[in-house]
């Protein structure tokens, strides 16, 4: 269906992924890499286009390869992450609210931020998905002794017993669309930053990921706001 968006032109008139030009959309959004980006390929076949991107980065580079830990987690990182892949927009087309809490004060943690972006885009995707009549999302900071615990929670379907042992397996899905791909590669970004991924859930209770990313940073451990 859609492509990689590295193999579309990035034009100031055209969407990057179908090439619509911007006076035939309602909306153009651009990302932070300079793509264009429709509300039509977003309602329609965004999901599909993040997929395929990290299909290709899952079979392009190895989860062992290091990674560019060139930045210490900030709270303000998170909204920019979410601003500029308009996981807002997203967010208003499927009346969900999004919340976001986090204490002034963190401790150091390192992260490779395009990595760590695409984990949170995925997240905050799969739980839009799950709530097609509305809900919230929460996104939540919480430091530790050893660690700094990302929480992602939806108020959507849940996800089913039989499926949670399998949700970080290759290809395994419970959709109609997508590669399957998308929460392995999530597990496997976790895993080369040192971290961790867990989820629980209940039919029709909603999902909570949580993820672990170990404390220090290039400036010995410490807090920064």
Same mark, same amino acid.
Do not use: W
């Given at each position: 269906m859609a492509q990689n968006k590295n193999n579309h032109k990035n034009g100031g008139d055209c969407c990057? /992924?179908? @090439?619509?030009? %911007?006076?035939?959309?309602?909306?153009m959004f651009q990302g932070s890499d300079g793509a264009n980006i429709c509300n039509k390929c977003i309602e329609n076949g965004y999901k599909i286009?993040?997929?395929?991107?990290? *299909?290709?980065?899952?079979g392009r580079r190895s989860p062992a390869a290091p990674l560019k830990m060139e930045e210490l987690l900030k709270p303000a990182q998170i909204k920019e992450f979410l601003d500029q892949w308009v996981i807002g927009q997203d967010a208003a087309?499927?009346?969900?609210?999004?919340? /976001?809490d986090a204490p002034e004060v963190l401790?150091?943690?390192?992260?490779?931020?395009? %990595?760590?972006?695409q984990v949170i885009l995925n997240l905050c995707l799969n739980g839009l998905e799950?709530?097609?009549? @509305?809900?919230e999302l929460f996104l939540s900071l919480h430091p530790e002794p050893d660690a700094l615990?990302?929480?992602? %929670?939806?108020?959507?379907v849940g996800i089913a017993p039989d499926a949670l042992p399998h949700i970080?397996?290759?290809? /395994?899905?419970?959709? @109609?669309?997508?590669?399957?791909?998308?929460? *392995?590669?999530?597990?496997?970004?976790?895993? *080369?930053?040192? @971290?961790?991924?867990?989820v629980t859930s209940e039919p029709g209770q909603g *999902?909570? /990921? %949580?993820?672990?990313?170990?404390?220090g940073g290039e400036g010995g451990k410490g807090s920064r706001a």
């Open positions: 990057s /992924f179908c @090439g619509a030009k %911007r006076s035939d959309v309602e909306i286009i993040v997929d395929n991107d990290i *299909a290709s980065e899952h087309n499927h009346k969900v609210a999004i919340r /976001f401790p150091d943690v390192a992260i490779d931020p395009d %990595r760590m972006r799950a709530m097609p009549d @509305g809900g615990r990302l929480e992602i %929670r939806d108020t959507g970080f397996d290759p290809y /395994f899905t419970t959709k @109609g669309q997508g590669t399957g791909l998308g929460l *392995a590669t999530v597990h496997k970004i976790m895993e *080369a930053h040192g @971290g961790s991924i867990s *999902a909570v /990921f %949580r993820l672990l990313l170990p404390l």
